[in-house]
T-cell receptor, first 115, second 112 residues
Framework: NAGVTQTPKFRVLKTGQSMTLLCAQD?????MYWYRQDPGMGLRLIHY???????AKGEVPDGYNVSRLKKQNFLLGLESAAPSQTSVYFC??????????????FGPGTRLTVL | QKEVEQDPGPLSVPEGAIVSLNCTYS??????FMWYRQYSRKGPELLMY????GNKEDGRFTAQVDKSSKYISLFIRDSQPSDSATYLC????????????FGSGTRLLVRP
């Protein structure tokens, strides 16, 4: 099993450009999450999904959109990138079957720089 | 004020030392507490979790929760250079989405 994979690993964008980050998991997990990690800020939740076709806002959703068309994929979109969106983005997934203490499995991250 | 406060460090200790990492929180709705370890340029991985006050031990690691003081700790005994990483505390309430609130992380360096 590959676990959680993220595409791309690195990306440089110019202000105003758009892009989509792809997260894929092969563990048949229902729940998926997108976080961003900035120095001194820890991980902050952007959007999450508790099932195929459902999404919800997290702590810092502005400037991002998401879609969960397939259970195994969770896409994060930036419609018009801004320098404030320079960050490392992590995707995570988990299953609700054993309760809230079931681990969230994280992907390796995408390093995004917006010039 | 952040819901979860964590000293960013860095914390530098000699090999074999006992390490104490701590977080405080303000939201009394938090019921579940976790510690994640993150190596440089990697994703976080779950190290330990607990949902009650008291201690939980796993090998060289002990997680401690004091809900009355809203304070959690992670102790590492006989620290090794391989323990050098960033340690993130995370918390969750009864929300069925299992959303986690993370501390900012403490960077630990264990010197050989």
């Amino acid at each position: 099993n590959a676990g959680v994979t993220q595409t791309p690993k690195f990306r440089v964008l110019k202000t105003g450009q758009s892009m989509t980050l792809l997260c894929a998991q092969d563990m048949n997990h229902e729940y998926m999450y997108w976080y961003r990690q900035d120095p001194g800020m820890g991980l902050r939740l952007i959007h999450y999904s508790v099932g195929e076709g459902t999404t919800a806002k997290g702590e810092v959703p502005d400037g991002y959109n998401v879609s969960r068309l397939k259970k195994q994929n969770f896409l994060l979109g930036l419609e018009s990138a801004a320098p404030s969106q320079t960050s490392v983005y992590f995707c995570a997934s988990t299953t609700p079957k054993t309760g809230p203490l079931d681990t969230q499995y994280f992907g390796p991250g995408t390093r995004l720089t917006v010039l | 004020q952040k819901e979860v406060e964590q000293d960013p460090g860095p914390l530098s200790v000699p090999e074999g030392a006992i390490v104490s990492l701590n977080c405080t929180y303000s939201n009394s709705a938090f019921q579940y507490f976790m510690w994640y370890r993150q190596y440089s340029r990697k994703g976080p991985e779950l190290l330990m979790y607990t949902y009650s006050s008291g201690n939980k031990e796993d090998g060289r690691f002990t997680a401690q929760v004091d809900k009355s003081s809203k304070y959690i700790s992670l102790f590492i005994r006989d620290s090794q250079p391989s323990d050098s990483a960033t340690y993130l505390c995370a918390m969750s309430g009864m929300d069925s989405s299992y959303k986690l609130i993370f501390g900012s992380g403490t960077r630990l360096l264990v010197r050989p």
